[in-house]
């Protein structure tokens, strides 16, 4: 089992940045692939980013590729989402979650999820 808890969510201007950080208690998180999703408000939850539980592979939606950046410290068993140049469009809750392999961006295939932390970004 593994218990995931989001934070560093806010209020932010548009071209600002911010990091979203998410601590995992429970089993080690360096067994698991580590992904962010999110969810605007009325809109279903879609994937952002992964990252392999080794760090060398990372997996970014089109949406935030070259503008958020996924990693992990797995002594530390956190996982982090660095997004920066933030836009009006990213405003939404957004989750971390766990999958016990690599290269899905399925919510299905996440088997752990955290509870979710706000972003907002104003125009």
């Known amino acids: 089992q593994v218990q995931l808890a989001e934070s560093g969510g806010g209020l932010v201007q548009a071209g600002g940045s911010l990091r979203l950080s998410c601590a995992a208690t429970g089993r080690r998180n360096s067994e698991f692939t580590m992904g962010w999703f999110r969810q605007p408000p009325g809109k279903e939850r879609v994937f952002v980013a992964a990252i392999h539980w080794g760090g060398g592979n990372t997996d970014y939606a089109d949406s935030v590729k070259g503008r958020f950046t996924i990693s992990r410290d797995n002594a530390k068993n956190t996982l982090y989402l660095q997004m920066n140049s933030l836009e009006p469009e990213d405003t939404a809750n957004y989750y971390c979650?766990?999958?016990?392999?690599?290269?899905?961006?399925?919510?299905?295939?996440?088997?752990?999820w955290g509870q979710g932390t706000q972003v907002t970004v104003s125009s």
């Open positions: 979650a766990a999958a016990e392999f690599y290269g899905s961006r399925r919510r299905n295939d996440y088997k752990y």
